[in-house]
């Protein structure tokens, strides 16, 4: 999202970036023409040459200076003043350059002229590009071309030319009238469109008249007429669709209003079975007055759609009605008397069947009820089911004295006041648990006993060993725990201990193997020392043997770390020992 945002940042900076560019440009055009002009009028104001020569194209630079800002947006409004402008101005630009034919004239004045006259084309060109496409706009375009054409016939008569420049003028005039008129009255180019859509429209209101004579209802065939005719003038394409939709809806209501009374019929005939099922179902009949008003203002789609949905509504009272009413009583009974949590979903069930017939609809009713006495039985049963669950987990409660019973006294309270409210899950649940917890406090409890009868063979393990009193605050933790009855805890606290009793023995036994064999080695290693006269006063024999009691001693005290520190020590000094024989 950030890339796009940034991309949308340089963009319009960019675009900002070159319209400051145009307008400056455009005003710089504008600021160039009306110099320009300033300095092609002022010799007139001064009076050194005629005044009206100099102003006409004077007037037209100016003109041509405001129009820049059009140029620079050129939006639709621009567009359309623009080609307005050049519509004007074409005219007396052609004719004022006309005088580039006088020869008595400067060169420069002549080509100046020239330029005028050059203008002048491209306006017309421009009007003709701009100004065209609907008939409006060429109207348009050839009423503000008349108002050109008198601008150019003024400036004809209120400058004396002669020979070639009054011809020339004077024709220039004339094809600017006749271009103006042609564009102003010329021949439409949708004429014959247009005449064909006179055509069909007037027999269509024809077609209309007769079939309301015979009593035919056509309204919206004649509400698609007066939109093709208010349209129909202005864009005779879209009026010929209209008319056209017209003549589809006249075959359509013809073909209709044979097959319209037999539906009609149809459907009251259902509605009628309907209202002495359930007189007090109104809706279906309600539909069928519907239909019927809607068929007599002419919407025959309308009324048939109408008859059918009130046949449909009928069809389902009298196939679900009955069925609906049965099924709400049979669902009312099969709750009667029955209180609880368990049945308030079925109860409202119920209620829904109820409103659902209220508003006519004994499909979703019977949906919403016909399942009720199954449930309610299902629930009976499961009462059952959790009324013998309490009574085994308060059997299994009983039974299994020595266990803290304060907890699953308080659950099973709460079982019964559950079982009371008619909640049979949470009531079967709460004993369900309970008669677990019991089973496995008593499991719990059977075992702790019996290891704590045996716990001078598991104090015996550890009483040599450097942590001893460590395993004694763990033993004591076990008791603490069997005191309080806790027996899950304590059970859980004794197999923590003996597992790690019999991890700590496995490594004893390994450093005892690793003992004994150093011991075996060492042996024989000082057999060998005192046959090389390396004797018992020898400071590193002495530190050796020392380094092997110490082993000795730390694996009888239960200190394995120290016990293969020692061994390791106890081998480099050996290995040194072996060098010196």
Not at 83 to 108: C, K, Q, Y
Not at 268 to 284: Q, S, Y
Not at 311 to 324: D, P, R, V
Request: hydrophobic share 45%.
């Amino acid at each position: 999202m950030s890339e796009v945002a940034e991309v949308d940042a340089l963009l319009a900076k960019a675009l900002k970036e070159q319209r400051n560019r145009l307008e400056t440009l455009g005003i710089m055009s504008a600021i160039a023409l009306v110099a320009v002009a300033s300095w092609y009028i002022w010799p007139g104001i001064e009076g050194r040459t005629d005044f009206l020569s100099r102003f006409g194209p004077g007037i037209v630079l100016v003109v041509l200076a405001l129009a820049m800002q059009d140029l620079i947006d050129f939006g639709p409004k621009h567009r359309s003043r623009i080609g307005a402008l050049a519509a004007v101005a074409w005219a007396p630009l052609l004719m004022l350059g006309m005088a580039a034919f006088i020869t008595s004239d400067e060169m420069t004045v002549r080509l100046g002229n020239a330029l005028l006259a050059v203008i002048g084309i491209v306006c017309y060109s421009l009007t003709s590009g701009i100004l065209t496409g609907s008939l409006q706009a060429v109207r348009f375009r050839g009423l503000v071309q008349l108002l050109g054409a008198t601008s150019a016939t003024a400036l004809l008569l209120s400058n004396p030319l002669e020979g070639m420049v009054l011809l020339a003028s004077t024709t220039i005039c004339l094809l600017a009238f006749a271009v103006a008129i042609y564009d102003t009255i010329g021949k439409d180019p949708d004429k014959a469109a247009r005449r064909k859509f006179k055509q069909l429209r007037e027999k269509l209101e024809m077609r209309i008249l007769e079939l309301r004579a015979e009593g035919i209802q056509v309204d919206q065939a004649a509400s698609l007429l007066q939109n093709a005719s208010e349209t129909g003038y202005v864009d005779p394409k879209e009026g010929m669709t209209l008319l056209n939709l017209a003549l589809d809806e006249i075959e359509r209501t013809l073909a209709m209003s044979s097959d319209i009374s037999d539906i009609r019929a149809d459907a009251a005939n259902a509605v009628e079975k309907a209202d002495d099922i359930a007189p007090t179902a109104k809706r279906a009949k309600r539909i069928l007055i519907q239909g019927d008003r809607e068929m007599e203002l002419g919407s025959l789609r309308e009324a048939e759609m109408l008859f059918r949905k009130a046949k449909k509504h009928a069809s389902e009272i009298i196939e679900f009605w009955n069925q609906a009413e049965t099924a709400i009583a049979d669902a009312k009974r099969a709750l009667s008397g029955q209180d609880g949590v368990q049945f308030e979903p079925l109860k409202r069930s119920v209620e829904g069947a109820e409103e659902a017939l209220l508003r006519e609809a004994p499909a979703e009713a019977i949906g919403l009820v016909i399942t009720v006495p199954e449930h309610v039985e299902n629930l009976a049963d499961a009462g059952d089911v959790a009324a013998e669950t309490v009574s085994e987990a308060k059997r299994a409660v009983e039974a299994a004295s020595g266990i803290d019973e304060v907890d699953f006294a308080l659950r099973l309270e709460k079982a019964d006041k559950a079982y009371e409210n008619g909640d049979y899950s949470l009531a079967r649940g709460l004993a369900d648990s309970v008669h677990r917890e019991v089973t496995r406090e008593a499991e719990a409890m059977v075992e702790v006993q019996k290891a704590w009868r045996q716990r001078k063979k598991l104090i015996a393990r550890w009483t040599d060993w450097a942590n001893s009193d460590e395993w004694n605050e763990r033993l004591k933790a076990v008791d603490k725990a069997r005191k309080k009855k806790q027996w899950s805890h304590a059970a859980m606290l004794l197999e923590q201990m003996t597992n790690e009793l019999d991890s700590e023995g496995a490594a004893s036994t390994e450093a005892g193997e690793l003992l004994a064999f150093l011991q075996e080695e060492w042996r024989g290693l000082r057999d060998k020392l005192e046959a090389a006269g390396i004797k018992v006063r020898d400071a590193e024999r002495n530190g050796c043997e020392a380094v092997v009691g110490e082993a000795a001693a730390a694996h009888q005290k239960g200190d394995i770390d120290t016990c293969l520190t020692k061994l390791g020590e106890a081998d480099g000094r050996m290995e040194k020992l072996r060098r010196r024989i």
